[in-house]
């Protein structure tokens, strides 16, 4: 599955560990990655110090579900399965 514009539930959802540019030691759940911006597209997208993590990401019906609302439940729960 493509991701949906506008959606940006992975940005905002899980943790990131790694750091972050700007963003020294990651990001913690539920906060918005700071480059994340207004139209919900990253600004750090194919550029190298994107975190791997982020580029490994892969949107699939399983975790995005079928809205912003649905990936930000099904991604928040992901995150608080694995903590």
Known sequence: MECRAG???????????????GMPDGKPAGVRCIHLSVDALCALFGKPERPPVC???????????DSRDSAIRMLGWLEQATV
Request: net charge negative; charged share 10%; aromatic share 4%.
């Open 7 to 21: 959606c940006g539930a992975c940005c905002v959802a899980p943790s990131i560990s790694s750091p972050i540019p």
């Open 55 to 65: 580029s490994a990401f892969k949107a699939e019906v399983e975790l995005c579900g």
